[in-house]
């Protein structure tokens, strides 16, 4: 039985996820229908990673996201209205129409970025760490990245000076079987990637990355860690995503009793049945789904009302040298 406290903890962890499945398939819809413009990568099924990792994080701490990570973003208390604005290209987005939805940042919730690269939040996550150890500040950078990442270069480097600096990292690899539509079998040449982390001279761990509960437990072992200045970690957390790589992919090349089997463990199942079981009552539950309803259908009317940027609005934000910056917009203007 949970004691109250890890009871109100899970029902907050369950509430996130709620909104999180909500926002991306209202996003979904909304794409399909043609009111949302650029690209998007949904990450439905893969809630109990985001919301699990993140929640082990203290005030203060840094995030690192990918091309799919709406529900990154949203964990670490990215606000749905910035979120949903963002993805409308209107002003009132998290990034001011700058970002669009593969390029998520705030930098007051310490979200550095989603990032369109493959890999690509790895040395930014190692560039964090680096200065939390610098201005020693006691903070630890939770570095997501998928499968297909663990190929790249940069992943590489960053786990190696990692190590060799001591730096408080925690990379989460949010393991979906699938780089693009390829299956991990056919590109990872280590079969157990565990093995790969450790090589580099960090802890490394597997965790069901569809309970929240063991993927919450697990990151915050290694962010304790990290904060107390025991180095980096590696958590490899497995997932499923339900919808193919991007918008526009149906996934057909997964096999459909795959996809069936993982769908049967949906996170937010798993999660209310933990919930029923410890005590919770099911219309508490259903309250929690209406509430996040209800509050994604005002942030929806909310960014369908707010106002589209102007055109010299794409050179704020840009320079850091201000006299470029007033000499482009000067530029814009004439």
Not at 91 to 120: E, Q, R, T, Y
Not at 162 to 167: D, K, P, R, V, Y
Not at 281 to 308: C, H
């Amino acid at each position: 039985m949970a004691s109250e406290t890890d009871r109100k903890d899970l029902l907050e962890m369950f509430r996130s996820m709620v909104r999180i499945r909500l926002f991306e398939q209202a996003a979904y819809d909304m794409y399909m229908d043609g009111e949302l413009p650029g690209f998007m990568h949904i990450s439905i099924g893969q809630e109990a990673t985001s919301v699990g990792a993140c929640s082990a994080l203290g005030e203060g701490d840094y995030l690192t996201s990918t091309h799919r990570g709406h529900g990154d973003t949203i964990a670490r208390g990215l606000s749905i209205e910035s979120a949903m604005a963002e993805l409308m290209g209107k002003a009132d987005g998290a990034c001011k129409a700058k970002g669009g939805s593969m390029h998520v940042a705030d930098f007051g919730l310490g979200i550095l970025g989603a990032n369109g690269i493959v890999g690509a939040g790895m040395p930014i996550a190692i560039g964090s760490a680096l200065s939390s150890n610098y201005l020693d500040r006691k903070t630890v950078t939770l570095c997501f990245f998928g499968d297909g990442a663990m190929t790249t270069g940069p992943t590489h480097e960053a786990m190696n000076m990692a190590t060799l600096w001591n730096l408080p990292v925690v990379f989460v690899r949010q393991n979906n079987l699938y780089a693009e539509s390829t299956p991990v079998r056919e590109y990872q040449g280590i079969p157990d990637i565990l093995k790969w982390a450790e090589s580099y001279g960090m802890p490394a761990t597997r965790v069901d990355g569809n309970d929240v509960q063991a993927v919450h437990d697990t990151v915050l072992t290694a962010v304790e860690r990290a904060r107390s200045g025991g180095g980096p970690s590696f958590v490899e957390s497995e997932t499923y995503r339900w919808f193919g790589h991007n918008i526009g992919d149906p996934g057909k090349g997964r096999p459909p009793e795959e996809v069936t089997a993982w769908k049967a463990r949906d996170p937010l199942v798993i999660c209310r049945s933990v919930l029923l079981d410890d005590g919770a009552d099911e219309a508490s539950l259903s309250a929690i789904e209406s509430e996040e309803q209800e509050k994604l259908a005002k942030a929806i009317e909310l960014g369908r009302a707010a106002a589209l940027p102007k055109l010299e609005d794409a050179l704020t934000d840009v320079y850091g040298d201000q006299t470029l910056a007033a000499a482009a917009l000067g530029e814009v203007r004439r």
